[in-house]
């Protein structure tokens, strides 16, 4: 998934940006080095969990009507994946107090809960 490695990148940066001045407190080279802008993170980061929270809602709240209709066991199991993520997103983006790095690592948790969540019940469609 192109969105995770995306975020999977940015985790990276944050981690060495971490790491950085403990190492190279004094060095000048260091301030040459590309560094992330950190508010631009934190504005998309931002706009990504509300987007991701707008699609999960839709997706359950579309699942659910149709679940009423006839239940399959594939779109059950995805509507409880959408579920379980959909909370796990809402709690992690009520807690002011984490940083950056954890919103982020959370973010990644999420889409791979996602992707495994899709191969998991696509794969069952298989013979």
């Not at 590309?34 to 631009?40: F, K, S, T, W």
């Not at 399959?72 to 959909?86: F, G, P, R």
Request: glycine fraction near 2%.
């Amino acid at each position: 998934m192109r969105t995770e490695h995306a975020f999977q990148l940015i985790r990276k940066e944050l981690v060495e940006e971490c790491d950085q001045p403990k190492n190279d407190e004094a060095t000048p080279a260091a301030d040459s080095s590309p560094n992330l802008n950190r508010e631009e993170v934190i504005k998309l980061l931002s706009i990504f969990e509300s987007r991701l929270s707008f699609l999960l809602l839709q997706s359950i709240k579309l699942m659910s009507s149709s679940k009423r209709k006839m239940s399959n066991a594939e779109e059950d199991i995805v509507l409880q994946t959408n579920k379980q993520i959909y909370s796990q997103l809402l709690r992690a983006t009520a807690n002011r107090n984490s940083t950056l790095l954890e919103r982020i690592e959370v973010v990644i948790c999420l889409l791979e809960q996602l992707a495994s969540g899709s191969s998991r019940s696509s794969g069952s469609a298989v013979p």
